[in-house]
Nanobody, 119 residues
Framework: QVQLVESGGGLVQAGGSLRLSCAASGRTFSPYRMGWFRQAPGKEREFVAFITWSHGSTTYADSVKGRFTISRDNAKNTVYLEMNSLKPEDTGVYYC????????????WGQGTQVTVSS
């Protein structure tokens, strides 16, 4: 079974940057897609970005386009989220997730890493 471990969260001032990492471990790791989601206090979890594992195609939520960049290192089984020009509304717990097949749901989740952006 694949395990996902996020890291890189922290406290940053508005306008600052953070880089999140999500390392996957397991006997074999070849997902269809890896995604980042976030959940702010009192709100539902929302989509942030995803990347297809084989081709590296990316998609972003409108709220982060132009500020966040998702990337992956297939050799290290790691996906990254580079976050620039951070805003207080980016505050939340960030989760990475894996989707095994194109038609399935996200079926593996990390424990999350806290990102706090102060104004």
């Amino acid at each position: 079974q694949v395990q996902l471990v996020e890291s890189g969260g922290g406290l940053v001032q508005a306008g600052g940057s953070l880089r999140l990492s999500c390392a996957a471990s397991g006997r074999t790791f070849s997902p269809y897609r890896m995604g980042w989601f976030r959940q702010a206090p009192g709100k539902e979890r929302e989509f942030v970005a995803f990347i297809t594992w084989s081709h590296g195609s990316t998609t972003y939520a409108d709220s982060v386009k132009g500020r966040f960049t998702i990337s992956r290192d297939n050799a290290k089984n790691t996906v990254y989220l580079e976050m620039n020009s951070l805003k207080p509304e980016d505050t939340g717990v960030y989760y990475c997730a894996t989707k095994s097949t194109a038609g399935g749901r996200y079926d593996g989740w990390g424990q999350g890493t806290q990102v706090t952006v102060s104004s």
